[in-house]
């Protein structure tokens, strides 16, 4: 069993930087992506960017690409999502998860299905 905890979520003004950091229970040997998504109310959880523990393969949602960049520290037990340009927009809950199986594509990895385990969530507000 893979537990997560997010960290970094505050608020922000706009334009400003942010770094969410997603911290493993255990080792990620089992894990083969890694990712953040977010979700507001009364929408659906979208994923934002994802990484390949093994490969380092990354994914982007259009919507940050070229601002936003997932990544994992050397241990591969902490999760990272820096945040830069940061729009009201943005705002949201924002949850880390993994998955225990290898994804068909890499057209899944932003895709919710994928993961089976999810964090508690980090709210992060953006203020114009």
């Known amino acids: 069993q893979v537990q997560l905890v997010e960290s970094g979520g505050e608020s922000v003004q706009a334009g400003g930087s942010l770094r969410l950091s997603c911290a493993t229970s255990a080792s990620t040997s089992n894990i083969w992506w890694m990712a953040w998504f977010r979700q507001t109310p009364g929408k659906e959880r979208e994923g934002v960017g994802a990484i390949g523990t093994r490969s380092g393969d990354t994914a982007y949602a259009d919507s940050v690409k070229g601002r936003f960049t997932v990544s994992l520290d050397n241990a591969k037990t902490t999760l990272y999502l820096q945040m830069n340009s940061l729009k009201p927009e943005d705002t949201a809950m924002y949850y880390c998860?993994?998955?225990?199986?290898?994804?068909?594509?890499?057209?899944?990895?932003?895709?919710?299905?994928?993961?089976?385990?999810w964090g508690q969530g980090t709210q992060v507000t953006v203020s114009s």
């Open positions: 998860a993994a998955a225990g199986t290898l994804p068909p594509s890499m057209g899944h990895v932003l895709r919710q299905s994928t993961y089976n385990y």
